[in-house]
């Protein structure tokens, strides 16, 4: 589900030139304007503050343009970028979208509630808590839904992709690999602690972390195979043939990765991650 989400942090546009042709993408970048603003007043790093902004934005755009292919999938590279989807399957009205207009998922939600945990600290769970019922009427997986709307706040085992979707914020504070490590972890444990929700995580904060290094994509590759046992090998063209609708780390970071890795630049990436189904 969250592919194109996934790997849009490896490869994120400028955060000042991004497009706007959607209503809900101002909305979310002037939020994530102000998480920026924050964050760089209270961690000082290398990466300029332009470079944090383009991990959340990328992902933010990545969810918003692959919004409208999520449950009705696509196998090309042709398509309106931020829509509207011409095809759109009147039928399809999850989100309250069937004209095929673009829109912020449950992805981008998460995500910038794990930024808000980092910026501040305090309690994850209640954090998720708090921005998913703020945004009630999103696509949330079903175990993560029943959570949400419980009473309890332990963890469910999950090995669902949503630990890796919501990740990607880590990058901007982890200053080397023992504490994206540590980091990824923490986001994912609160709800996905099964080992591959972990792993996908820590997986997809970690290739992320390397890019914003300036890592090669072969390396990068390289160390994600060697630390976590993924196979990397396989084309984007390759993938396309065969890939379907998958809701698992294991099934979805593996190619969402070599989405980023084997892209020419950021809408390509998201071409390439929306073109192989899923």
Partial sequence: ?????????????????????A?????IANTLARCVNRFTNKVQKSFS????????????????????????NIKT????????????????TDNGRPTGECFFTDDTVLTIAVADWLLDGGDLAERLVAYGR???HLSYGGM??????GGSREPYNSWGNGSAMRVSAVAWVATDEAEVMALAKSSAEVTHNHPEGVKGAQATALAVWMALQGT????????????????LTESVDSIRTWYRFDESCEGTVPQAIICALGAMNFEDAIRNAISIGG
């Fill in 23 to 27: 209503s809900h993408t101002v909305v």
């Fill in 134 to 136: 703020k945004y009630p």
């Fill in 77 to 92: 590279k042709d398509f309106p970028f931020f829509g509207p989807r011409q095809d759109a399957n009147a039928n399809y």
């Fill in 1 to 21: 589900i969250p592919r194109r989400h996934i790997m849009c942090g490896l490869v994120g546009p400028d955060i000042w030139n991004a497009p706007a042709q």
């Fill in 49 to 72: 503050v332009k470079a944090k902004g383009r991990i959340m934005i990328g992902a933010i755009i990545g969810d918003i343009v692959g919004s409208v292919y999520e449950f009705d």
């Fill in 216 to 231: 090669p994509p072969e390396d990068i590759r390289a160390a994600i195979t060697e630390r976590f046992g993924y196979d």
């Fill in 144 to 149: 993560f839904g029943r959570w949400l709307r």
